[in-house]
Every structure is written in structure tokens, then in C-alpha cells.
């Protein structure tokens, strides 16, 4: 299995643009996650799905952030209009129901708003 | 709310030296579930270990191993014969053992291994 793949690694963005994080989890697993990760605030959890559902969006920070998952095999995260604050590494991670086991995480995405 | 204190931001270690590291949670929950992840400059986010909560037993991966210590609520990895790749960001994490399948994240503890 190829892992969680996220894209773009890099992504650099004037202020007040869009911005689409992507996401393609582990073939069978059923939990989604999207986390921020900053020097100042460490790993958030922004959103989760299970079974493509929303479950917990409590950690998206505002209005400008929405997240779907149209199907098992792709979530977007997505910022209009960005802000120089949202500057970060977001991850993407699954994670299957049964047993104790941890997320598997996404390379990040390293987002830069200028 | 479940919280994760890392109270160490940094810690070195010589190689082949034993390291280790404290992570103390906060929670009214008796099932649950533990993690160390590993973040090395790459930035990729690796299980280190996992521990359930129901086992008395101490988890061990290679040369990892906690310390779980249930009644005082305190997980620590140490890491034996520490070697150059083992320096990296060190999150320890938490996650419920119900139907919440978010996880808690401690602030981290850099690990550097000296030469």
C-alpha cells in the first residue's frame, strides 16, 4: 500500500486566495483526519469523517475552512480566503475501527500565505 | 477534556546511550489508548509504540519501550542504544477507547543525538 498521499507538498499562496489541500487515504480504513500542525499551537485536529460522514469539526477554526469527503478514497480541505495565520503543515491521516491501532499519516502539506 | 503534557522540549542523548523521555495525560477515562510518534526533519509522522490501557504489560518495539504507569497516569519511552537516526520530534498522544476516535496530542520533545 502506498500510504496516505496528500498534495501538493509545497503550496505558497497570496493572501486572499483559495487554497485546496488533498487527500487520498489507506485503501479500507474508514476514519479521516486533518490536522495543523504550528510552532505555536503544536498538532490540531481541524476535522474527522468516518465513513465520509463528519463526525467532529469543532477544531476548524472558522468559516474560511470546510473539508469533504465526496467518497472513501478522497478528502479535500479547503481555505477561501487564505490568511498569512494559517500558515502551517496539515496532515492528513486514517485510521480503521477495530483494534488499537494509531492513524497513519500523510506527509503534510507545508502551506505558505504571503 | 483529555490533556497531554510533554514536559521536556529538548533532550539529548550520546549515541548508544539510553534516552528517556516523559509524557504524563490527564483523563477520567479507564479504557484508552497510548502513542509515541516520531517526527523526524522529514516531517513524516511514524508510530513509534502503542500500549491499550486494559494491559498491565509494558509494550516494546525493538529497542523502544514505555513505562506505563496507570494509577499515576504517566507514559515514558526510552530508547536504548540510541542511534543518529532515532533524533527527531517526539509526540506522545492519547486516544479514548469509546466511540471518540480523536487523538490528543503532547506539545513534543526534541531528541538529539550527539556522536
Known amino acids: 500500500d502506498a500510504g496516505v498521499i496528500q498534495s501538493p507538498r509545497h503550496e505558497v499562496t497570496e493572501m486572499g486566495q483559495e487554497v485546496t489541500l488533498r487527500c487520498k487515504p489507506i485503501?479500507?480504513?474508514?476514519?479521516l483526519f486533518w490536522y495543523r500542525q504550528t510552532m505555536m499551537r503544536g498538532l490540531e485536529l481541524l476535522i474527522y469523517?468516518?465513513?465520509?460522514?463528519?463526525?467532529?469539526d469543532s477544531g476548524m477554526p472558522e468559516d474560511r475552512f470546510s473539508a469533504k469527503m465526496p467518497n472513501a478514497s478522497f478528502s479535500t480541505l479547503k481555505i477561501q480566503p487564505s490568511e498569512p495565520r494559517d500558515s502551517a503543515v496539515y496532515f492528513c491521516?486514517?485510521?480503521?475501527?477495530f483494534g488499537a491501532g494509531g492513524y497513519t499519516f500523510g506527509s503534510g502539506t507545508r502551506l505558505t500565505v504571503v | 477534556a483529555q490533556t497531554v503534557t510533554q514536559s521536556q522540549p529538548e533532550m539529548s542523548v550520546q549515541e548508544a546511550e539510553t534516552v528517556t523521555l516523559s509524557c504524563t495525560y490527564d483523563t477520567s477515562e479507564s479504557d484508552y489508548y497510548l502513542f509515541w510518534y516520531k517526527q523526524p526533519p522529514s516531517r513524516q509522522m511514524i508510530l513509534v509504540i502503542r500500549?491499550?490501557?486494559?494491559?498491565?504489560q509494558n509494550a516494546t518495539e525493538n529497542r523502544f519501550s514505555v513505562n506505563f504507569q496507570k494509577a499515576a497516569k504517566s507514559f515514558s519511552l526510552k530508547i536504548s542504544d540510541s542511534q543518529l537516526g532515532d533524533a527527531a520530534m517526539y509526540f506522545c498522544?492519547?486516544?479514548?477507547?469509546?466511540?471518540?476516535?480523536?487523538?490528543?496530542f503532547g506539545k513534543g520533545t526534541l531528541l538529539t543525538v550527539n556522536p
Open positions: 500500549q491499550e490501557a486494559y494491559k498491565q
Open positions: 485503501s479500507g480504513h474508514d476514519y
Open positions: 498522544a492519547y486516544r479514548s477507547g469509546g466511540s471518540n476516535y480523536k487523538l490528543t
Open positions: 469523517f468516518n465513513n465520509n460522514v463528519p463526525i467532529d
Open positions: 491521516a486514517s485510521s480503521f475501527l
